[in-house]
T-cell receptor, first 116, second 113 residues
Framework: NAGVTQTPKFQVLKTGQSMTLQCAQD?????MSWYRQDPGMGLRLIHY???????DQGEVPNGYNVSRSTTEDFPLRLLSAAPSQTSVYFC???????????????FGPGTRLTVL | AQSVTQPDIHITVSEGASLELRCNYS??????LFWYVQSPGQGLQLLLK??????LVQGIKGFEAEFKRSQSSFNLRKPSVHWSDAAEYFC???????????FGSGTRLSIRP
């Protein structure tokens, strides 16, 4: 049971390049989320998914795309990278909504992205 | 709008001393409240959560938090800190209607030997 895995761990992009951050979980969790973490700002929700084929926007969705074709995977796409997207990105998953007493939201180790 | 405030950016305490990290929230109804810990270079780990019932919540690693509705607070406490508690701590509030959690900006805890 690997939990929540994220690849790559580190990435450097040039402005305008596109890339996909990968997130996978092997716990059969329905709920998955992407956050970005910036100094002094905590974690901000980018997009989330309540199941395969269903996604929704969080607080800061602009410049990012997501899709959920399987329960296990929830990739985050940067369409045209900008320096403002330099951040640490965390993927999280849970069996039920993160606000449920019944379960815990599990976080991946993060991807540190730098956009030059 | 719902929000979470952690007024202390950085706190240093001596090993063995008690700890209290502050958290205030803004939310119309009874919130779902969480404390997470993030060690350097790691993801977040849930310490404890409050949904209803007893306002004093026990968590992992010897932490506890108390929900005070009158003060809109959910402060995290530990009676005696260990050097391994040095980390960043995040308070968060959730909504019953969606799978969303709003995080505070975090408090970095340093431990003085």
């Amino acid at each position: 049971n690997a939990g929540v895995t994220q690849t790559p761990k580190f990435q450097v992009l040039k402005t305008g390049q596109s890339m996909t951050l990968q997130c996978a979980q092997d716990m059969n969790h329905e709920y998955m989320s992407w956050y970005r973490q910036d100094p002094g700002m905590g974690l901000r929700l980018i997009h989330y998914s309540v199941g395969a084929g269903i996604t929704d926007q969080g607080e800061v969705p602009n410049g990012y795309n997501v899709s959920r074709s399987t329960t296990e995977d929830f990739p985050l796409r940067l369409l045209s990278a900008a320096p403002s997207q330099t951040s640490v990105y965390f993927c999280a998953s849970s069996y039920v909504p993160a606000t449920s007493l019944a379960d815990t939201q599990y976080f991946g180790p993060g991807t540190r992205l730098t956009v030059l | 709008a719902q929000s979470v405030t952690q007024p202390d950016i950085h706190i240093t305490v001596s090993e063995g001393a008690s700890l209290e990290l502050r958290c205030n929230y803004s939310y119309g109804a009874t919130p779902y409240l969480f404390w997470y810990v993030q060690s350097p270079g790691q993801g977040l780990q849930l310490l404890l959560k409050y949904f209803s019932g007893d306002t004093l919540v026990q968590g992992i690693k010897g932490f506890e938090a108390e929900f005070k509705r009158s003060q809109s607070s959910f402060n995290l406490r530990k009676p005696s800190v260990h050097w391994s508690d040095a980390a960043e701590y995040f308070c968060a509030v959730g909504y019953s209607s969606a799978s969303k959690i709003i995080f505070g900006s975090g408090t970095r805890l340093s431990i003085r030997p």
